[in-house]
């Protein structure tokens, strides 16, 4: 058969079509699995969370429980309804501090601890945490920051 | 009085540039005052805009705290370059910045453009007016940066110290030519859809600016990568931040471009296409700037923000991209189509490269912004991070870079796969062979990586077999492959390099991300640790004061493999103005790989050091820096050059 005009755009357009169809799969195959949810301390107890799946978990570092030894680092965090303790192994970034916002990347484990692979804080002083605000607002803990 | 002269031309700008939106876009068919007003009005609104900001970077090297602005984001004892860099590392100051780089184009398209016809450069240059009165008013409406304060306070509140490095002096305004430069496309895409002229002709006028932009737009994220890779202490290159994703979006979309535009100018083809694409950069380069500075997404670069701004960024937004797609739908259906090709041949390969990079761009928008579309309709809060984007990423790219090599070989119109194959069969087993090699030193540790390496290799390889069978290697004399390589048009040498550059940036992406050590632990004074084959040792620790900060420096001898040993010290900075502290990691560098250090607060007499050994990592910015030279070189081939007539090929090598 000889390809006329006519049938080469329509494998062109066929063959994109392939394409896209894998990559929109792809990209919802991915959305699904790999996404990461967050969590306040409340809505751990709440929620049923496997043990080891990664999440995120937000909230205010509570005055008085940074512990440190060597290397590693626990604390807890609250978001005025529930706490969870946090460990972590490694340098806390510079704007850790008790009494700020922060979330941890990582997952649960057995213990009902958190285990975190990462913590963020924020580069700017009065920073906190969009998510871990609104988690406290939803508790209706929430006050208002103290300007400067 | 400086300031309110400043204050004063950026608002007689923005007037200005509303006169010219209005006149050119109504009379862009009349006489030729008209095209003349707009070049003399856009040349105008660069000097103006210039004025403006030339009066706020003053205020800030004087610091003159009476500007609320220098108040809240600059100190006195700040060394005089963070002075002047603190301008825009800023909210107010950052848009300043960025309507300036717009003028800039606004007034290099007026300046370079007599040759190109009347209708389109009054439309192109309405057009940018437009873009300037928009943002310029965005900027004086809501985020003024010559607010005074009354009465002037002693001293400012300092800028944030993680941004007092010299990264802020080259990092934005690199990536903001590089962003801003694509609204020179959008322009003159809306010019076009305006005025129906669409042709071969249009894509060699475009390209020249999608260059330029393309090659500030990589070294501004090339640069931006490395600052956060020195200065976070995290030792990552890239963290699929929103506002990475923002900057990495445009920068895909316009490599696109930067493809499809070439298929436009050679053969007439895919003019709709590329029209579209020329929207989507800079809409997406509108995204990168004010979706992430209106607080809407949380980043590490976002600045305080107003939440009054957001809907007004929003609307802004929705204006110029529904203003364009609208423009478009309504006009591109009256477009004729161009050449036809068949699927084999090299419009098809770069239609295949345009597929790959414009589904990659898609990805990275939907893991961006589904987090935020999540959140409004079921009020679930994720995050979408990396292992996302590096399993999308991964896979959407790993086509494209085994295509890339064949497409250079590939004739226009109708390529034979077959012969091709052929010819690149060599470079196809030095390929393997560089693989095999590879994998064999870094010890069979992660599969995956070995198919890494073959990507990266085979694009390096295939862009060096691009050149050599140009040049008849081995076909003919070596003498007279080298005078043909001398003789080969700059376009192809530009593509080679690009390439080449490209696959140096796989080869280190692999090695850092598969072969990096990291080692966290305690040191006390005397004490060593060894990662890699590396010894280090914790040395000394001493205070000291710099300008604007107290420090503790921490400093470490590393004993290489080959017994070398050096010093590096890592510094605990305090800020003095805002007591906040950073952490300036230890880099020692050696050969392509680096040692990366950082120290931790004293704990128990010791600190804790976290090190990480990666290897190759600095290919990944130096091929970014050879992909964008390789644009800096296209620039400059002749043929490209706006009003350039084509000139007939006389050189024996100029073989397409």
New interface residues.
């Given amino acids: 058969m000889k390809l006329t005009?006519k049938h080469?755009r329509l494998?062109?357009i066929a063959?994109?079509g392939v394409?896209?169809a894998i990559?929109a799969g792809?990209?919802l195959y991915?959305?699904n699995d790999?996404?990461?949810?967050?969590y306040s301390p409340a809505d751990l107890r709440e929620k049923n969370v496997a043990i080891g799946q990664?999440i995120?978990v937000g909230g205010l570092v509570e005055t008085g429980s940074w512990l440190?030894?060597?290397?590693h680092n626990s604390f807890v965090i609250s978001d005025g309804a529930e706490v969870t303790k946090v460990t972590y192994?490694?340098?806390?970034p510079?704007?850790f501090r008790e009494g700020q916002g922060v979330i941890a990347?990582g997952a649960l484990l057995a213990d009902g601890s958190f285990a975190a692979t990462?913590v963020l804080a924020?580069?700017?002083?009065?920073y906190m945490?969009?998510?871990v605000a609104?988690?406290i607002k939803a508790r209706g803990e929430w006050r208002d920051p103290v300007e400067n | 009085m400086a300031i309110e002269l400043g204050h004063f031309a950026l608002v007689l700008a923005v007037a200005m540039a509303l006169v010219t939106a209005g006149l050119g876009l109504t009379l862009w068919r009349g006489a030729a005052w008209v095209t003349g007003f707009a070049r003399q009005a856009a040349i105008l609104q660069f000097v103006l805009v210039g004025i403006a900001f030339a009066a706020l970077i003053q205020a800030f090297a004087v610091s003159d705290f009476s500007l609320a602005l220098a108040f809240e984001n600059s100190h006195s004892d700040q060394p005089l370059i963070y002075k002047i860099t603190s301008t825009w590392g800023n909210h107010e100051g950052s848009i300043l910045l960025w309507v300036f780089i717009l003028t800039l184009f606004g007034g290099a398209v007026a300046a370079f453009g007599r040759n190109l016809p009347r209708d389109l450069l009054t439309l192109a240059l309405a057009m940018q007016s437009l873009l300037v009165a928009a943002f310029g008013g965005f900027a004086l409406f809501t985020s003024n940066p010559f607010a005074r304060l009354n009465p002037v306070p002693i001293e400012g509140r300092d800028l944030n110290p993680i941004l007092q490095d010299i990264g802020l002096a080259i990092h934005p305004p690199l990536l903001y030519v590089g962003y801003v430069g694509f609204s020179v496309c959008f322009s003159f895409a809306v010019a076009a859809l305006i005025s129906g002229r669409i042709d071969a002709a249009w894509a060699r006028w475009v390209r020249p600016w999608t260059l330029a932009s393309w090659l500030f737009l990589t070294l501004g994220i090339a640069m931006g990568s490395y600052w956060a890779y020195y200065e976070l202490g995290w030792g990552g290159w890239w963290f699929w931040d929103p506002v990475e994703n923002a900057s990495f979006m445009p920068w895909l979309a316009g490599t696109a471009l930067l493809h499809s535009a070439l298929v436009m100018e050679k053969r007439g083809a895919l003019k709709i296409w590329t029209i579209f694409l020329a929207i989507i950069t800079f809409s997406l380069s509108l995204l990168g700037t004010f979706l992430v500075r209106s607080g809407i997404l949380t980043s590490v670069h976002s600045f305080a923000s107003d939440p009054t701004r957001g809907i007004v960024i929003l609307s802004l937004l929705a204006a110029v991209i529904g203003g364009a797609f609208v423009l478009f739908a309504w006009r591109a259906p009256a477009l004729s189509t161009g050449g036809l090709f068949a699927p084999v041949s090299r419009e098809g390969a770069l239609v295949l490269n345009n597929l790959f990079l414009a589904t990659a761009t898609a990805a990275v928008l939907v893991g961006t912004l589904y987090p935020l579309v999540l959140d409004a309709a079921t009020g679930m809060r994720i995050s979408v991070g990396a292992p996302f984007f590096n399993l999308t990423f991964s896979i959407l790219m790993t086509p494209l870079l085994v295509v890339m090599p064949f497409g250079p070989f590939l004739a226009w119109k109708r390529g034979d796969l077959l012969a091709v194959t052929g010819r690149l069969a060599a470079a196809v087993a030095v390929a393997l062979a560089a693989t095999v090699i590879a994998f064999l030193l870094s010890g069979f540790e992660v599969p995956l990586a070995a198919l890494g390496f073959f990507l990266g290799f085979w694009v390096m390889i295939g862009a060096l077999a691009d050149l050599a069978d140009r040049v008849r290697a081995g076909r003919i004399p070596p003498g007279d492959s080298f005078r043909r390589l001398a003789g080969l048009p700059r376009s192809a040498w530009s593509t080679a390099i690009a390439h080449f550059g490209l696959g140096m940036s796989v080869i280190g992406i692999v090695c850092a991300s598969s072969f990096s050590t990291e080692n966290i632990t305690t040191l006390h004074r005397g004490e060593a640790t060894s990662l890699s084959g590396y010894s280090v040792t914790l040395a000394s620790e001493q205070s000291l004061a710099g300008p604007n900060y107290d420090a503790d420096r921490i400093t470490l001898s590393v004993t290489a493999p080959g017994g070398m040993t050096r010093d590096v010290s890592s510094e605990k900075r305090v800020y003095r103005a805002s007591s906040q502290p950073t952490t300036e990691a230890g880099i020692l560098t050696y050969g392509l790989s680096q040692l990366y250090i950082a120290v931790g607060d004293p704990s128990d007499g010791g600190h804790v050091v976290r090190i990480w050994y990666k290897p190759f990592v600095l290919l990944i910015w130096l091929g970014a820096v050879v992909m964008a030279m390789a644009g800096a070189l296209s620039l400059t081939d002749r043929r490209l050059r706006i009003g350039a007539p084509a000139r007939k090929r006389h050189t024996a090598g100029a073989v397409e």
């Fill in positions: 005009r080469k494998g062109i063959g994109l394409v896209l990559a792809l990209i991915a959305l790999q996404i990461v949810f967050f990664p995120r440190r030894e060597g290397e192994t490694g340098i806390l510079d704007l990347e990462s924020k580069h700017d002083e009065n945490p969009k998510e609104d988690a």
